[in-house]
């Protein structure tokens, strides 16, 4: 059985900084996409970032893309979202996600994923 636990959500400042992880356990993640989501009051879950475990490719929603940093520890089967310049439309319940597959296309909606994390909130003050 998969298990995902984020940590590292929490308040900051906008322009600020934060690091999020998602320790994954339970598989050998050699063929797994792993992904963040956010989800904000009133909205539905987005993409964040993904990465292919074993290539280490990545891929960033538009929004994010020069801001966020998604990477993985193999070792300790850790996925990170290192978020900079934070806005307050950050603000929002953070997401890991995993796939058991990695293909040709990233996997950018939330029903292509196939286990959850409890998701940790951030929330970015103006």
């Known amino acids: 059985q998969v298990q995902l636990v984020e940590s590292g959500g929490g308040l900051v400042q906008a322009g600020g900084s934060l690091r999020l992880s998602c320790a994954a356990s339970?598989?050998?993640?050699?063929?797994?996409?792993m992904g963040w989501f956010r989800q904000a009051p009133g909205k539905e879950r987005e993409f964040v970032a993904a990465i292919t475990w074993s290539t280490g490719s990545t891929y960033y929603a538009d929004s994010v893309k020069g801001r966020f940093t998604i990477s993985r520890d193999s070792a300790k089967t850790t996925v990170y979202l290192q978020m900079s310049s934070l806005k307050p439309e950050d603000t929002a319940v953070y997401y890991c996600?995993?796939?058991?597959?990695?293909?040709?296309?990233?996997?950018?909606?939330?029903?292509?994923?196939?286990?959850w994390g409890q998701g940790t909130q951030v929330t970015v003050s103006s």
């Open positions: 996600a995993a796939k058991m597959k990695s293909g040709s296309s990233w996997y950018v909606s939330f029903n292509q994923y196939d286990y």
């Open positions: 339970g598989r050998t993640f050699g063929s797994y996409t």
